[in-house]
């Protein structure tokens, strides 16, 4: 059982920035992804980026440019760091680190989430 844990949300104007971090309890191996999704107030949960363990990233279009996820192997930490933050940014950050087994996904863990609250 992998668990997650989140920190560094909070409320920011717009146009400011907030680091996330993600902290595993096991330690993270090169097959594992990890990521970052958000949920809104009446959205589904979207992905927002993704790192795989060779360093390969993936993000979605509203955050391209502005977001920047990175991953510490030998610390089992994750990270988000967000820039230029928007009001459309609002939302609960969760973590997520899928386990891969011969490219089959046998795990999939998430954190608790954190909430981030961007002000107009």
């Known amino acids: 059982q992998v668990q997650l844990v989140e920190s560094g949300g909070g409320l920011v104007q717009a146009g400011g920035s907030l680091r996330l971090s993600c902290a595993a309890s096991v330690r993270i191996f090169s097959v594992n992804v990890m990521g970052w999704y958000r949920q809104a107030p009446g959205k589904q949960r979207e992905l927002v980026a993704v790192i795989t363990g060779g360093g390969t990233t993936n993000y979605a279009d509203s955050v391209k440019g502005r977001f920047t996820i990175s991953r510490d192997n030998a610390k089992n930490l994750v990270y988000l760091q967000m820039n230029s933050l928007k009001p459309e940014d609002t939302a609960v950050y969760y973590c997520?680190?899928?386990?891969?087994?011969?490219?089959?996904?046998?795990?999939?863990?998430w954190g608790q989430g954190t909430q981030v609250t961007v002000s107009s």
């Open positions: 997520n680190v899928k386990i891969f087994l011969s490219s089959t996904l046998v795990g999939d863990y």
